[in-house]
């Protein structure tokens, strides 16, 4: 199947080898794209990143280092790949983070403005650094995505301030949204079900969620990364071409049920 054959496009976030960002990019190139990755500096977080690529036949992809804080290395980011690239079709946003001393059930009243305001800036405000930067290599539109979770809609104990940040980050979606489609690009979020990565461990309480999912979504089971990516490819590729500003749920169905 080629339904993004000739597409190229960056992938933020890939740490290891469970990270949502490599299921997505397995998918993208299964399709036919090509991505470039952007990976958090310092050489561990490379090697790693390196190992995940390489161990999914990912061998000698671009890969540069960003952290998404800083202005000027997203401006190299960008630099850099308008050397390789020209131009790209699209951007997977696949990050977050937040001080998992947090992420504890029924700490949420206790967060300072420091842990705070970092989990806003990597977790939300990064998507919209990264669309600003990235409009300017999309002079054909594209298609730009990110992750988001249930529990910025509602109360998840233990996902607190990382709930702010996905509320954040789904505004930010539709804001984006809304200002770039006369120039084609199409911003959508994944609301993904749990799953086991280096993130998700942080959260508290977050084996009840894995649990909970079992017995109460409709499909009375957990999601796979792999299903992430599929949908991935369906915000990516035309088969979505009416479709923006979204939250699209990934969940076993886990957010239509009240009870
Ligand atoms: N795992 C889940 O259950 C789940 C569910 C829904 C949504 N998500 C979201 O999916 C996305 C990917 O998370 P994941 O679960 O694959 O975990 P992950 O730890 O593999 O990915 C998080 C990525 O964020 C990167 N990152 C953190 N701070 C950064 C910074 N300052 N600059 C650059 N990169 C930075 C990390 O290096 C890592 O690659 C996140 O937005 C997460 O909130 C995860």
């Known amino acids: 199947m080629s339904l993004l054959q000739g597409k190229k496009g960056l992938v933020f976030g890939v740490a290891n080898d469970r990270s949502i960002a490599l299921a997505v ?15 958090f500096p310092g050489e561990k977080n490379e090697r790693r990143t390196q190992k995940a690529l390489e161990e999914n036949g990912m061998n000698d992809a671009w890969m540069v280092p960003c952290d998404v804080c800083s202005d000027s290395e997203l401006d190299d980011v960008f630099a850099a790949a308008r050397e390789k690239f020209d131009a790209i079709d699209f ?26 305001a970092q989990a806003m800036d990597i977790s939300a405000y990064s998507l919209l650094a990264v669309a600003q930067r990235a409009r300017e290599m ?8 990110t992750m988001t979770y249930y529990g910025g809609e509602k109360v998840l104990p233990g996902y607190n301030v990382m709930g702010v940040a996905k509320a954040a980050l789904e505004s930010i979606t539709r ?3 809304s200002e770039l489609g006369d120039k084609g690009i199409r911003v959508n979020a994944i609301s993904a079900g749990a799953l086991r990565t280096l993130s998700s461990m942080a959260v508290g309480g977050i084996d009840t969620m894995f649990d909970h999912t079992v017995t109460r979504a409709p499909l009375k089971r957990n ?21 923006t500003g979204e939250t699209v749920f990934v969940d076993a169905g886990y957010n239509i049920v009240g009870i």
């Open 223 to 243: 999601i796979t990364a792999d299903e992430v990516g599929k949908t991935a490819v369906y915000l990516l590729s035309d088969l979505s071409s009416g479709v």
């Open 25 to 39: 990019a397995d998918q993208l190139i299964k399709h036919g794209a090509t991505c470039g990755f952007v990976h």
């Open 175 to 177: 804001y984006l949204a």
């Open 138 to 145: 999309m002079p054909n539109g594209g298609g730009i995505i």
């Open 91 to 116: 951007v997977v946003h696949s990050v977050a983070y937040a001080d998992r001393a947090f992420l504890k059930v029924g700490n949420f009243t206790s967060t300072p403005r420091d842990v705070f």
